[in-house]
Antibody
Framework: QVQLQESGPGLVKPSETLSLTCTVS????????WSWIRQPPGKGLEWIGY???????NYNPSLKSRVTISVDASKNQFSLKLSSVTAADTAIYYC???????????????WGQGTLVTVSS | QSALTQPASVSGSPGQSITISCTGT?????????VSWYQQHPGKAPKLMIY???KRPSGVSNRFSGSKSGNTASLTISGLQAEDEADYYC???????????FGGGTKLTVL
């Protein structure tokens, strides 16, 4: 059974760059679409962007200017960078995998446990 | 990119059926059969309950069903059980300009 685990700093200063990594175990990163999704405390879910195992990406237009998602297939990992963060970026950040190989369905079958990132000085 | 519209809360008694709506536009829900639904219990990651409007992943109870009419998708839960009390979110593909959009979430209370 595939498992996802987010890792990275839990505290980031305003104006700095948030960096998180998602490590995939129990399966290969190949052939699937991988997304980052966030949830501010007490609020709803927001899709941030996805990367295909080949490296192609697409992002939420509202975050596009600040987001970079990359993949390291040799480590079975993909990463998120969000620049120029503010308090509004404080959220639980989840990594997730679409359910079908080679298909972008926005059907997130597998999720990490989530990691809380707080933006504060 | 606007969020899909869901009611903030719904409630029902054990054994009853409830329906949660998810209203989008002709650019997202209305144009694509790529609507999914998620259940989230407090402190937990979301769980996929429905995908491609009406398909159920293996292991999800057949008490959960999905449908779509025009720009509105719906999640119906029949035979409500106490364990169904959770937050529910819809999600839709929104084309190559917006990609993915979630609803604001609905809190289901089992009375």
């Amino acid at each position: 059974q595939v498992q996802l685990q987010e890792s990275g700093p839990g505290l980031v200063k305003p104006s700095e760059t948030l960096s998180l990594t998602c490590t995939v175990s129990g399966g290969s990163i190949s052939s699937y679409y991988w997304s980052w999704i966030r949830q501010p405390p007490g609020k709803g879910l927001e899709w941030i962007g996805y990367i295909y195992y080949s490296g192609s990406t697409n992002y939420n237009p509202s975050l596009k200017s600040r987001v970079t998602i990359s993949v390291d297939a040799s480590k079975n990992q993909f990463s998120l960078k969000l620049s120029s963060v503010t308090a509004a970026d404080t959220a639980i950040y989840y990594c997730a995998r679409d359910r079908e190989e080679y298909q972008l369905l926005f059907a997130f079958q597998h999720w990490g446990q989530g990691t809380l990132v707080t933006v504060s000085s | 990119q606007s969020a899909l519209t869901q009611p903030a809360s719904v409630s029902g008694s054990p054994g009853q059926s409830i329906t949660i709506s998810c209203t989008g536009t002709s650019s997202d829900v209305g144009s694509y059969n790529l609507v999914s639904w998620y259940q989230q219990h407090p402190g937990k990651a979301p769980k996929l309950m429905i995908y491609e409007v009406s398909k159920r992943p293996s292991g999800v109870s057949n008490r959960f069903s999905g449908s779509k009419s025009g720009n509105t998708a719906s999640l119906t839960i029949s035979g409500l059980q106490a364990e169904d009390e959770a937050d529910y979110y819809c999600c839709s593909y929104a084309g190559s300009s917006s990609w993915g959009v979630f609803g604001g979430g609905t809190k289901l209370t089992v009375l």
